[in-house]
């Protein structure tokens, strides 16, 4: 059963305005969250992280929010670039050792 | 130079054949993953390893065996392919002494198509 979970595939959005990106997740043990970014033929790219004890963390345009009780994170960019058109991937950790994927939302900036 | 590499990037193989895929850092991480990504379950976990000793099953292990033959090399073995096994499979890498320690560093990917 998937444990990590992005409800959306797909996502378009004009470049210049806000993109969010939506993960939710089922096992209240998570303590750890990330966001990788993919082009194709690439491996995925580490993007930004949130740990459980903030409800927020923010690197330039990209900012992850972590609702626990709602166990359910999002990724805003803004504004969104052409550049940032990929796939992304939410992912989450109980131990640090082990991590649950989410099947990832392809997003495109149209310019 | 890629810091993860794994090769082959493609490859092709017939039912019941052993296939190893290899992946090589020179990050210097200790620790290796093996995971594999299917259309619409996105990446699973397969295999882990935190050191040369030290091997772990992930979510789907079962048909799959692997080998750490030194810090940096971690291959991946399908003992008898199958054809659900064919998906594109990524190496990564981390750092437990890293800044961001769960950060993973991924390599380019092989694509396994087994008919």
């Known amino acids: 059963d998937q444990q990590v979970k992005q409800n959306s595939p797909s996502l378009s959005v004009q470049e210049g305005r806000i993109s969010i990106l939506n993960c939710d997740y089922t096992n209240s043990m998570f303590d750890y969250f990330l966001w990788y970014k993919k082009y194709p033929a690439e491996g995925p790219t580490f993007l930004i992280s949130i740990s459980s004890i903030k409800d927020k963390n923010e690197d330039g345009r990209f900012t992850v929010f972590l609702n626990k009780s709602a166990k359910h994170l999002s990724l805003h960019i803004v504004p969104s670039q052409p550049g940032d058109s990929a796939v992304y991937f939410c992912a989450a950790s109980a131990t640090g050792n082990q991590f649950y994927f989410g099947t990832g939302t392809s997003l495109t900036v149209i310019p | 130079d890629a810091d993860v590499t794994q090769t082959p990037r493609n490859r092709i193989t017939k039912t019941g054949k052993r296939i190893m895929l290899e992946c090589s850092q020179t990050?210097?991480?200790?620790?290796m993953y093996w995971y594999r990504q299917d259309p619409g379950l996105g990446l699973r976990l397969i295999y882990y390893?935190?050191?040369?000793?030290?091997?772990n099953k992930g979510e789907i292990s079962d048909g799959y065996s692997v080998s750490r033959q030194a810090q940096a090399k971690f291959s991946l073995s399908l003992e008898s392919a199958i054809p659900n096994q064919t998906a594109l499979y990524f190496c990564a890498t981390s750092d437990r002494r890293g800044g961001n320690l769960n950060e993973q560093f991924f390599g380019p990917g092989t694509r396994l198509t087994v008919l």
């Open positions: 390893s935190f050191d040369v000793k030290d091997i």
């Open positions: 990050k210097g991480h200790d620790r």
